[in-house]
């Protein structure tokens, strides 16, 4: 009987999933698609191009989403002039340019740190054009009461296609180069704008201004959605920027082979994220939270004990089932808690953006700061039980936010 509701239940989901979600998530997988490709390896590349520095990454990455803090409130302005679709259109090809000022950097000479930097302001001017006006659409298309299994339905589907990408990377770059994995990129990233020429250009009225907005981030009112969020992006970037040079030295420096760890722990966790999403919207919403950034936080703490291949995977394994627990559950409290605001959907989602950059920025200073005055692996050990810390403030969305 059970088996019978959770089917009815799917396809239900399924037939709720409106054409214009379809396109829109349409398109996002195509760019996932080139992304999942090389992200682990640009994160490399700058490691080994600043002869295995780490504050290399750092300023980077830093320098980023210090951009994407301060100019995001500036972007979510553009929505009741330009329209979501609009400025969709605009940020992928900034994402095109990120990609191509890779490929100078890749390339050697004396346009590398010039591609560098093209790099960085590309995708800070990609990333505040692109998120708010996503997040805001994505939210509205989303069945109100169908979040958590749809979301759960459209990643299953996208990751069956993803799941292989990083593997796919690791192999371009070490039988054809850095050069030939953006090149790569650039077509899937060049696609990825078809779909959105069948989507309505919609429109959002900013309330705020730009200093409103700062004060709105560190008010005592939303000091929760600060907290959660900043959270949430510490551990996003660790996992994205320090988790994989870790594992690159584990490794030996080998891409293929931190290619295929990545790809194999991808597989592995697969299958949850349906589950998670079926019980997302049958499951009291505090008790998956709980569940999903207990085993997340549980999973940085055991990475800091990995030595081998095998424990690698046996605990990215592990840590992935908690994140897609974790983040299945945050991302469908998100959406529901930016439509639970109304008319300040996109201020929700530009303070939520803030934050997550604001965290960002924050462990990267960390680690850096640790390097300097002591040594990489304490920086790294810190990183991951910062980390650990950070995914229990994402408990704090299952209280109601309300901007006014």
Known sequence: MRLELSRSTYMESVRALSPDLVYLYTHRVLLRLGLSVSSVFTVVLIYQFFDSSFFAVALAYGSLYIGVLLLTPLSSMLISRLGVMRMLMWAVPLLGVGTIGLYAFASGGQYAFSGLVAFVIAMVLYKILYWVPYHVDFSRLLDSHRRGGQLAIIRNLADVLIVLTPFLGGYVVEKFGFTSLYALVLVFVAISIIPLFSLPNTYEKYQWTYLQTFKQLFSRRNRGLLFAYTGDGVQDMTFAAVWPLIVFTLLGENYIALGAITALTFLAVLVLRMVTGRLFDTWDKKKLMMIGAISAST????????????????????????RVVNRTTVDAITYEQSADNGRYVDEYTTLKEMALAFGRTSVLVVVAVLMYFFDPQLAFIAALALSAVATMTTMLLTRRIHLV
């Open 299 to 322: 999973g940085w703490i055991l990475k800091i004990m990995v030595g081998t291949p095998v424990q690698i995977f046996m605990v990215d394994t592990y840590h992935g089932m908690g």
